[in-house]
């Protein structure tokens, strides 16, 4: 039965996410990514992991994310207007080419027989100081890989949003 809840809730993540790259309203992009937020809530807590999920709503879907329609009130942005030159060959290509990374990834991972490595206590995520130990010993690279990324987008997010005086 959980297997069951922690497949709904991660296709609730999935498909909200998708709605949210290919939205053209901001607003309801961010909605959508309000949603996936949750969903990835549920799977961390049916992981056993209800610290990071409780973190997951606090910062991302309650902190960052009104960050963001802040932003997006103040910008005043309206949905994107279709230019008129439909391109169906880019259309085309674009969903053969999801379907067919899809199929080489999941035939990736059948071949590999890769399991998801579970900690030994998993009672452990649940006490902070624990938590940051692993964080910062075990997965320190990944931890400053994430901080960069971050950081990427946050330098091409005022990119994108100065506005050019001519």
Do not use: C, W
């Not at 990514?33 to 997951?56: H, K, N």
């Not at 207007?81 to 379907?99: F, H, N, T, Y």
């Not at 199929?103 to 059948?110: A, D, I, P, Y």
């Amino acid at each position: 039965m959980d297997r069951l809840f922690f497949d709904a809730a991660a296709l609730v993540a999935i498909v909200f996410a998708g709605l949210m790259v290919i939205g053209r309203n901001p607003v309801k992009s961010v909605l959508a990514l309000v949603v996936s937020f949750f969903g990835l809530a549920v799977t961390y807590v049916l992981l056993l992991a209800p610290f990071i999920a409780a973190l997951q709503v606090i910062v991302y879907a309650g902190a960052i994310l009104v960050l963001f329609l802040f932003v997006l009130m103040l910008l005043n942005v309206g949905p994107e207007k279709p230019d008129g030159a439909r391109r169906p060959i880019q259309s085309i290509l674009g969903g053969l080419s999801v379907v067919v990374f899809a199929g080489l990834l999941l035939g990736m991972f059948r071949a590999s027989g890769a399991r998801v490595p579970v900690m030994a206590q998993p009672a452990e995520l649940a006490d902070p100081a624990a938590l940051a130990r692993v964080l910062f010993s075990d997965y320190l690279l990944h931890f400053e890989a994430v901080s960069v990324l971050l950081l990427a987008a946050l330098v091409g997010a005022f990119v994108l949003a100065r506005r050019e005086n001519t």
